[in-house]
């Protein structure tokens, strides 16, 4: 069975373009400073802009692209939330632990 939970952007945290590299690390079980730039695959303070929590509007904005040869799909309703191959990565909270969803 895949476990498909999310990792949400918690309170505090505003760069988008972070939340994707940490992401996918914790997808690759690898640190984040191993991972090929952002902006060769996208334009960071772009994606920043696009799906800030201060630009968003009545509308959900949902983007998928691929990033060092995964599929990241990162969705902005209520919550910003980044899921990578369509896989879980777990969410830390504002102590640093992470939660694992079902």
């Avoid at 940490?22 to 996208?42: F, G, N, T």
């Avoid at 799909?73 to 879980?88: F, I, K, P, Y």
């Amino acid at each position: 069975m895949v476990n498909h939970a999310v990792t949400d952007l918690r309170e505090g945290a505003d760069d988008v373009s972070l939340a994707v590299v940490d992401a996918v690390a914790r997808q690759r079980d690898v640190d984040p400073v191993s991972l090929p730039p952002l902006y060769e695959w996208i334009e960071p303070d772009a994606l920043d802009a696009l799906l800030a929590e201060d630009q968003r509007t009545d509308r959900n904005v949902r983007l998928e692209f691929e990033y060092a040869g995964h599929v990241v799909l990162v969705e902005r309703t209520d919550e910003l939330t980044v899921v990578v191959d369509g896989m879980a990565t777990p969410a830390a909270d504002s102590s640093g632990s992470a939660d694992q969803a079902a």
